[in-house]
């Protein structure tokens, strides 16, 4: 074999290799392929993606590649970069997914309650219980969300800005809503909403680091008695 058609062979090989074998070509739209439709095929290929970059990204953000993203999902890069354009894309995706997951575990949690709607202190205890163990059951979801998405990038930064006020917003709708129902009597207070959701987060990081936590039921609690303390509905 000459000298050209060799290296040509070994070109060859290295782009055989880059190759998803399983998936090597696409079906057209609508058309089955392994019991799947293309649109069935990417979505099951996006989960793969969250799922590996909620496990990777707790570990540390920037040890993170999308060669081992890849890997751990079991793609190829030309289907990570089919539904992401960056490794900090996939980021802000599973720091959403984490807080949606997580909102809606809370209104699980605390649907059809049996706590007095009068009852203030109740009421603070059953949602900061619910938020708990919401968040912190699976310790990766505030791990991507409150420690490693953090100075990632300015847009990042905004974004996560924008959860804080998400959750300051909550505690003022809800606050209104007690109001309406007579427990609550205070007209404003947009500052301390946004201090009890920056000393929540952190806890949260507190907890996260700590090699020896407290138990959740224990951090529900505190953070119950800071809520109640700090918002006097006198």
């Known amino acids: ?58 570990k540390g953000y920037s040890q993170a590649t999308i060669e081992g993203i890849c890997a751990c999902a079991g793609v190829t890069a030309r289907h990570f970069y089919e539904e992401f354009g960056s490794r900090e894309e996939l980021l802000k995706a599973v720091f959403d997914r984490s807080v949606d ?42 791990r991507v969300v409150c420690i490693e998405s953090v100075g990632v990038s300015i847009e990042l930064e905004e974004h996560r800005r924008e959860l804080i006020h998400r959750f300051s917003a909550l505690l ?15 007209e404003e207070f947009v500052l ?8 929540t987060q952190e806890l949260i990081v507190d907890w996260l680091l700590d090699p020896h936590p407290v ?3 224990l951090l529900a609690r505190v953070m119950s008695d800071l809520y109640l303390a700090t918002i006097n509905f006198n």
């Open 192 to 199: 301390t909403t946004r201090a009890l959701v920056g000393a």
């Open 101 to 142: 997951t997580t909102i809606l575990e809370i209104v699980e949690k605390v649907d059809g309650s049996t706590v007095r709607s009068d009852d203030l202190a109740g009421l603070i205890r059953q949602g900061m219980t619910a938020f708990v163990h919401a968040f912190l059951d699976d310790p990766r979801r505030a």
């Open 1 to 58: 074999m000459d000298k050209d058609a060799s290296a040509t062979l070994t070109d060859f090989s290295a782009w055989l290799g880059k190759v998803d074998l399983i998936d090597p070509v696409e079906p057209a739209e609508g058309r089955m392929y392994g019991g799947l439709t293309v649109a069935e095929r990417k979505a099951v290929r996006r989960q793969r993606l969250l799922d590996a970059g909620l496990e990777l990204f707790a």
């Open 215 to 217: 138990s959740l039921d």
């Open 172 to 186: 003022q709708s809800e606050s209104a809503r007690l109001g309406d129902g007579g427990a609550v009597h205070r």
